[in-house]
């Protein structure tokens, strides 16, 4: 039997669509002998003949293109188990979490404050975890959102914990009612979940109230006072420090508004990103990083180890660059007519980009090495301990 500390932390499955194949292939055929026909039997080349063909030929060679990418898929399979044998929790590499947001109308602060506490209650050692959002709207009403959902998180995190809850975006958990059966049978869950509740709703009103009326801009919102979001100097703000580095504590929450002047171009997104990665570098310089847009929350607790088995694992440690999950959208309509989760994407093109190479990048949910981000290859350290007689540094993360 294979030694437990040998065994990959994740696996790539490959799966065998027959059926899809086949009837991949038969399109083809087809395609092929309708261009073949029209090439040299049809023989018309009356203008809406030839343009007939050119978009069959231009559709028969998309076809092609898409055979090929979903030809052999694979799904990748981790083993938390593994990992937890193998990494302990005080062992476990430091995390950087970046969340931006750019417009508090468009994406209301509640919806930031969810997606913040989604990432504050990660089932992952609170001191190596660190949340940087970083606002481009320069607004007081983003960040009072924040300080306030500090508090709050004070209590929905250890909730989370002790219960176990999945969605810890609470506007999600929220939906579901209580039942009655946890009245009777878990009184003390029920009367936690009451409490919860309560507060997240005071919490939200608060949010609202501030919306409506605007914020006093004294003591810690002064600096917010003759700021224009598209002319600023850089606001940089600790909201919570986890001071005694407690693993079951609170995540260190990092308020960031970039210098923003018109003469400069400011990148959208990818701006933000720039600087998020360069104040965290300064700041707690994690190994990793894992980036959510605001609309966007965690919907498994346990994912940012799931993505350590593969950043980890000996064989992922020398060639992947970075690990992402697919999106989900909630709300959705029953067996999703008109495909709006994106199955074909994610499930299909996607399945088989990661049988070919690896998946796109696609901006969000992803985990990446920072060393990449600074244009390292994942196996640099590797590379570097074989220059050096084969000595790795073993405090590399
Ligand atoms: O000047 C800007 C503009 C946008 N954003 C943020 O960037 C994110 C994405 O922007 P959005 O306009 O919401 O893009 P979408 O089209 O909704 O998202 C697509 O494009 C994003 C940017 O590439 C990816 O992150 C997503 O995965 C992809 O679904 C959001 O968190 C915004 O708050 C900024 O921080 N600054
Ligand atoms: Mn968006």
Redesign the pocket.
């Known amino acids: 039997m294979a030694n437990e500390n040998t065994l990959p932390l994740y696996d790539k499955i490959w799966l065998k669509y027959t059926f899809s194949r086949v009837m991949d292939s038969f399109t083809l055929f087809f395609l092929l002998l309708l261009l073949g026909y029209r090439i040299f039997y049809d023989r018309n080349y009356s203008i809406p003949c030839v343009l007939a063909m050119l978009c069959e030929s231009w559709f028969t060679f998309t076809w092609i293109l898409t055979m090929n990418t979903k030809w052999s898929p694979v799904r990748t399979i981790t083993h938390l188990d593994r990992l937890m044998l193998r990494v302990s929790e005080s062992e476990l590499p430091a995390l950087d979490l970046f969340?931006?947001?750019?417009?508090p109308v468009l994406?209301p602060p509640i919806i930031t404050v969810n997606t913040v506490l989604s990432l504050l209650a990660l089932d992952y050692p609170a001191n190596k975890l660190a949340c940087y959002v970083?606002?481009?709207a320069c607004s007081v009403l983003t960040f009072y959102a924040l300080v306030e959902a500090t508090k709050f998180a004070k209590l929905w995190v250890p909730f989370c914990k002790k219960y176990n809850v999945q969605i810890r975006a609470p506007f999600r958990y929220f939906l579901d009612e209580d039942d009655d059966s946890n009245r009777k049978e878990f009184p003390e869950f029920h009367q936690d979940w009451l409490r919860m509740k309560e507060e997240y709703c005071y919490l939200k009103g608060k949010i609202e109230n501030a919306a409506q009326n605007s914020i006093p801009l004294v003591e810690e919102f002064a600096i917010f006072s003759n700021t224009d979001k598209k002319n600023h100097s850089a606001i940089i703000k600790v909201i919570w420090k986890n001071k005694e580095n407690l693993e079951d504590g609170l995540p260190h929450l990092i308020y960031i508004s970039r210098e923003k002047m018109p003469q400069h171009p400011?990148?959208?997104?990818?701006?933000?990103?720039n600087v998020l990665t360069r104040v965290s570098g300064l700041m707690t310089n994690a190994p990793f990083i894992l980036?959510?847009?605001?609309?966007?929350h965690v919907n498994n607790p346990k994912i940012a180890l799931h993505a350590m088995c593969i950043l980890l694992d000996s064989k992922g440690e020398k060639e992947v660059a970075f690990v992402q999950c697919p999106?989900q959208f909630y709300d959705g309509l029953k067996d999703d007519p008109f495909g709006n989760q994106l199955v074909t994407l994610f499930l299909y093109v996607g399945g088989g980009y990661g049988g070919l190479q690896g998946i796109l990048y696609?901006?969000?949910?992803c985990f990446h090495r920072r060393k990449v981000i600074y244009g390292l290859s994942p196996d640099n350290d590797i590379q570097i301990g074989k220059k050096n007689g084969g000595v790795i540094n073993g405090n590399s993360y």
Request: aromatic residues 4%; charged residues 25%; proline residues 0%.
């Open positions: 969340v931006t947001t750019a417009d994406e970083s606002d481009d400011h990148q959208y997104k990818a701006g933000a990103m980036n959510l847009d605001c609309d966007m999106q696609a901006g969000t949910n």
